[in-house]
């Protein structure tokens, strides 16, 4: 059989936000219904500058493949995250693609948070503070879009250039307002939607930062020791996240002493409406998402189906 090489650019090709955004909510909907495998990432750090970790196996009912996802993380490079997603298929284990994972994993955690304000965020969230101005706010940013109108935007990061540099990146490619802020307090003071993706080990955001009803997404506290989110503050609101398991024993919650009890749903049970989401204007909500192998496979699979008609795709016959 023929196994298609995804490189960057041909996932990025390939990979379209709208269409996975419908694609990933039927993905927490069918994952929380009827979940067939449990999600394991295994994480091994490799030295102070870098970790590799395994996600596997992306299962969905109804989808005939799985994904095995090999990813390293190493904060001073540019990008941080580098690895492949291989595609298999599901009842005779053939590897039906090898891909990029760096994008690919950027833009599901994109949608995902869009996913994720859609149904926590109010109806007339406009006004968005980036906390951390990487790779990962440049797609938390692009994806709100394709939920919510927005109008103002405030970006803080602790290295000020990257700010300023990104502000005006976004400012160009989105015809949006973007201010830099200097600190975390000025940049989220009259947000509608927080979005923290940092590499933080101590938590910033705290109670009576963020006024009644602000929406907040919480990506940096996605393996043990990282944290962006007080404790207090995540009892105080409507905590939401992608896995309970996973959240308080490497995420958001366990990484600042809380257990199962204080999340009120994963992003599935809401999405499938097993749970109610936001449920008053003035409630303050947070997401927190370490990242899941099935998000992984209803990305691959997205691009996969597309590459079949790609002719600028590559591939190997491993039987030849």
């Not at 503050?233 to 309970?244: G, K, S, Y």
Request: proline share 5%; hydrophobic share 45%.
């Amino acid at each position: 059989m023929r196994t298609l090489l995804l490189t960057r650019s041909d996932v990025s090709r390939n990979l379209q936000s709208l269409l996975l955004l419908e694609d990933l909510r039927e993905a927490f909907r069918n994952d929380a219904l009827a979940r067939t495998v449990a999600p394991q990432r295994v994480r091994a750090p490799l030295h102070a500058e870098g970790s590799a970790m395994v996600l596997f196996p992306g299962c969905l009912p109804g989808v005939p493949a799985y994904s095995v996802k090999v990813h390293a993380k190493f904060p001073a490079r540019t990008p941080a995250l580098q690895g492949v997603v291989q595609l298999h298929d599901l009842v005779t284990g053939e590897l039906l693609a090898v891909m990029d994972s760096g994008h690919l994993t950027a833009v599901r955690t994109g949608v995902v948070g869009a996913l994720a304000a859609d149904v926590l965020a109010r109806p007339d969230a406009s006004r968005v503070a980036l906390i951390g101005a990487g790779a990962q706010a440049v797609m938390q940013l692009k994806s709100l879009r394709l939920v919510r109108t927005l109008d103002h935007v405030r970006v803080f990061d602790t290295e000020p250039s990257r700010a300023f540099a990104f502000a005006t990146r976004m400012y160009k490619e989105l015809s949006l307002p973007v201010r830099q802020a200097d600190s975390v307090a000025e940049a989220v003071e009259d947000a509608d939607i927080v979005i923290a993706a940092t590499w933080s080990r101590q938590p910033f955001l705290v109670p009576g930062m963020v006024h009644p009803g602000t929406h907040i997404t919480t990506l940096g506290a996605d393996e043990p020791g990282k944290a962006e989110v007080s404790a207090e503050l995540l009892r105080d609101a409507l905590f939401v996240c992608d896995h309970r398991g996973l959240t308080v024993s490497g995420g958001a919650a366990g990484n600042v002493g809380l257990g199962e009890d204080a999340i009120h749903a994963e992003l599935g049970e809401v999405l499938a409406g097993m749970k109610p989401g936001r449920t008053s204007p003035e409630q303050v909500t947070v997401f927190s998402a370490v990242g899941l192998p099935f998000q992984d496979l209803a990305a691959a699979w997205h691009v996969y189906q597309s590459a079949q008609g790609d002719e600028a795709v590559g591939g190997i016959d491993f039987g030849a």
